[in-house]
T-cell receptor, first 112, second 115 residues
Framework: QKEVEQNSGPLSVPEGAIASLNCTYS??????FFWYRQYSGKSPELIMF????GDKEDGRFTAQLNKASQYVSLLIRDSQPSDSATYLC????????????FGQGTRLTINP | DTGVSQDPRHKITKRGQNVTFRCDPI?????LYWYRQTLGQGPEFLTY????????KSRLLSDRFSAERPKGSFSTLEIQRTEQGDSAMYLC?????????????FGDGTRLSIL
C-alpha cells in the first residue's frame, strides 16, 4: 500500500460545478495535510492545509479531513477553466520527520 | 516577500558530467528541503536542512548526490557522474522553523535533462 494515494484521473468537471478531489493515507498518526496545485511544467503551489478533523474553507476551496477514515479531500466550488491543473495531496507522516509524502496527483480538467 | 529562488531553471548535460543547483529560500525560513519529481509522479523527498544542519536524507540520495547549506541560507545540490535516470525536475522548498509541520513553499524548480 502506498503511503499517500490519489486517483490519477483525469477528472473532468463542467465549468461552475463542484470538483471533488480525494486522498487517502496509510499512517494513522499523521498530523498535517496539504493540497498543492501544479500547472503543467510548473512547480507545486500551496493552496490549502489542514491539521484538524472537519472542514476548512478558503474562498472557493474547502479542505476536509477525517482522521478516523484516514481520508482528506479538496472541494473546489464554482470551478473555473483556470482551475484545470494537477492537484497533489501531501502528508507529513507521523514519523517525526519533516518531509512531505506526496500522492501521484489528480489531473483535473474544467470544461467550459 | 520574495519566494524560493532556484538556479538554473534548466540544465542540459551529457551523461557522466557533474551538475550543481542552487536554492535560495524565503528570507528567514530556516528549514530547507530538496525534492525530485519525474513526469506523472508527485515530488519525492531527497533531503532536509534545519539551518546549516542536514537532518534527514532519503535512501534515494545515492552517494553521487550531495547537498550543503553552509551558512544556513542558500543551499546547493550536486549530482556527480550523472546518469540518464537523474533526468527530473529538482524542487527546493522552504518553511519557517518555529513550529513543526509548517507549510512548505516551493521554488520554480530546476529541470535537468541528461543526454
Amino acid at each position: 500500500q502506498k503511503e499517500v494515494e490519489q486517483n490519477s484521473g483525469p477528472l473532468s468537471v463542467p465549468e461552475g460545478a463542484i470538483a471533488s478531489l480525494n486522498c487517502t493515507y496509510s499512517d494513522r498518526g499523521s498530523q498535517s495535510f496539504f493540497w498543492y496545485r501544479q500547472y503543467s511544467g510548473k512547480s507545486p503551489e500551496l493552496i490549502m492545509f489542514i491539521y484538524s478533523n472537519g472542514d476548512k474553507e478558503d474562498g472557493r476551496f474547502t479542505a476536509q479531513l477525517n482522521k478516523a477514515s484516514q481520508y482528506v479531500s479538496l472541494l473546489i466550488r464554482d470551478s473555473q477553466p483556470s482551475d484545470s491543473a494537477t492537484y497533489l495531496c501531501a502528508v507529513n507522516l507521523n514519523s517525526g520527520a519533516q518531509k512531505l509524502v506526496f500522492g501521484q496527483g489528480t489531473r483535473l480538467t474544467i470544461n467550459p | 516577500d520574495t519566494g524560493v529562488s532556484q538556479d538554473p531553471r534548466h540544465k542540459i548535460t551529457k551523461r557522466g558530467q557533474n551538475v550543481t543547483f542552487r536554492c535560495d529560500p524565503i528570507s528567514e525560513h530556516n528549514r530547507l528541503y530538496w525534492y525530485r519529481q519525474t513526469l506523472g509522479q508527485g515530488p519525492e523527498f531527497l533531503t532536509y536542512f534545519q539551518n546549516e544542519a542536514q537532518l534527514e536524507k532519503s535512501r534515494l540520495l545515492s552517494d553521487r548526490f550531495s547537498a550543503e547549506r553552509p551558512k544556513g541560507s542558500f543551499s546547493t545540490l550536486e549530482i556527480q557522474r550523472t546518469e540518464q535516470g537523474d533526468s527530473a525536475m529538482y524542487l527546493c522548498a522552504s518553511s519557517p522553523g518555529t513550529v513543526s509541520n509548517q507549510p512548505q513553499h516551493f521554488g520554480d524548480g530546476t529541470r535537468l535533462s541528461i543526454l
